[in-house]
């Protein structure tokens, strides 16, 4: 997100801050996406009234998710999933896949299924599942490296390959080619060639399965122990597509799509228009953007609502006119259609600045200062019933870019006493005049430190008139 980097160089140098890097969180959708929410606060501390402080944050969609994703795609080439069928089903798998987009840390895989028959006079089984090469290199390989993987160079994605040479009973074409497909349906045997290709992915990784098929299985049990009862032990999520119903009774929970879904936690649609895939598929299994929200302290400042597969984002609002004493919670918030949500928090202590009184050169009414010599300048911070000199921090103490005198054993030349007879403390430091910094034509000086008031670290503040002499 190179879009919401600030420039804020100047600005720290300006306000003498500290800047830090953008807070960020990853989170997987539902739908096995990459969720990123990035909030860019320049800085962690700030002088309230020094001026603005804008904020960004964007929520994106399709980056690497925190824990591996592996898509499985399954489709039924049975014999009654006819031309216009299968058309149909291949363009939706595609689609599905090119709206995940080239995400990394995601692998797809590809089983097509039929049925099994047992011819009577060999009583050989012919073939009824086939996991797909994905990869147009040596051997067969189940698993493409990323949904958009491209080996071949040919700027069509090998999954897309592979899918449009897929034909009924014929199998898969590409790149190493099936046998010949049976012309039964066998869920048994589809959901049992997905759990061995789980078996192969490391534990612990996010396993989700698009099913789909024109009709009920014909042959096989569903759910036999290495079927079903196993894809559920697994924890994969199967959502699950009826092609070509005219009502929802294909998604019914007493039906075998119906039932896969639901006993996985995924979802069963009726598609009783086939070619309305290309469509109904990304639909279903992706997610969109559809809220991000900026506040702090509890306060909304600002919301993005809306319906965006990549991106929202919201941009420089300044939140120095919210800003309170102490520190300061800024928080991003987005949420998809699907109901995933992330959040990330900045912080930023602010703090004002303290006006001191104090006093150049006590007993003296010309505060001459000769900015060539080498003496010390003797400076007084006049403590008060609102300013208690106790709370100074001397090391920070600077005039005019001079710090207080130290002897050679580092000791600071500074001392607390009552300058001006009043019963208050006052800190009388002397500071070394040859290292201040001061035009010749200054009429004052001022001196700068930290003090700690209520348990904040605080700046401080305080002018006196002085005469430069020669």
């Given at each position: 997100m190179k879009t919401l980097l600030f420039t804020i160089g100047a600005l720290a140098a300006t306000l003498a801050i500290e800047t830090h890097a953008i807070e960020s969180a990853i989170t997987t959708t539902t739908t096995g996406q990459g969720l990123e929410l990035q909030l860019d606060v320049p800085v962690t501390d700030m002088l309230i009234g020094s001026g603005a402080l804008p904020v960004a944050t964007a929520a994106t969609l399709g980056v690497a998710p925190p824990t591996p994703v592996n898509i499985y795609y399954v489709l039924d080439i049975s014999g009654s999933m006819t031309l216009p069928k299968l058309t149909a089903a291949r363009a939706g798998l595609i689609a599905l896949n090119n709206?995940?987009?080239?995400?990394a840390n995601t692998e797809?895989?590809?089983?097509v299924f039929a049925g099994a028959r047992v011819e009577s006079n060999t009583q050989q089984?012919?073939?009824?599942?086939?996991?797909?090469?994905?990869?147009?290199?040596?051997g067969i390989q189940p698993f493409a490296s990323s949904p958009l993987a491209d080996v071949n160079g040919n700027g069509i994605s090998d999954f897309q390959e592979v899918v449009l040479s897929t034909e009924v009973t014929h199998g898969v074409r590409?790149?190493?080619?099936?046998p010949r497909m049976d012309l039964y349906t066998n869920y048994q045997l589809a959901l049992e060639a997905v759990n061995e290709l789980i078996a192969q992915q490391p534990q612990g990784e996010i396993n989700l399965v698009t099913f789909v098929s024109d009709g009920m299985p014909t042959r096989g049990d569903y759910l036999a122990p290495d079927a079903l009862p196993a894809t559920v032990a697994n924890g994969a999520i199967i959502n699950t597509f009826a092609v070509g119903y005219s009502t929802a009774g294909g998604c019914a929970l007493n039906q075998p799509l119906g039932i896969m879904a639901s006993d996985t936690g995924g979802s069963c649609t009726v598609v009783s228009d086939p070619a309305n895939l290309s469509t109904t598929l990304p639909e279903v299994l992706t997610t969109t953007i559809n809220h991000l929200s900026l506040s702090i302290n509890g306060t909304l400042l600002a919301e993005q609502n809306g319906n965006e597969p990549g991106s929202l984002v919201i941009s420089s609002i300044d939140v120095a006119p919210h800003l309170v004493v102490g520190d300061n919670s800024i928080t991003s918030l987005t949420t998809t259609a699907d109901g995933t949500s992330v959040s990330v928090e900045s912080v930023v202590n602010a703090y004002r600045e303290v006006a001191v009184t104090i006093d150049i050169r006590p007993g003296s009414d010309s505060n001459t200062l000769n900015l060539s010599a080498r003496g010390a300048l003797p400076v007084v911070i006049l403590g008060s019933d609102q300013f208690d000199v106790m709370s100074v921090i001397p090391e920070t103490l600077r005039i005019?870019?001079?710090?207080?005198?130290?002897?050679?054993k580092g000791k600071m030349h500074y001392s607390i006493t009552d300058s001006n007879g009043d019963g208050h403390p006052d800190l009388l430091g002397h500071f070394a005049i040859g290292e201040m910094s001061l035009p010749s034509d200054a009429t004052a000086a001022t001196l700068t430190g930290r003090a700690v008031i209520d348990g904040q670290d605080t700046p401080i503040r305080g002018s006196d008139n002085v005469r430069i002499v020669p």
């Open positions: 709206s995940i987009g080239d995400a797809i895989a590809y089983v089984q012919l073939l009824e599942v086939y996991t797909a090469d994905l990869v147009p290199l040596e590409l790149f190493t080619q099936s005019e870019a001079a710090p207080l005198n130290s002897n050679k």
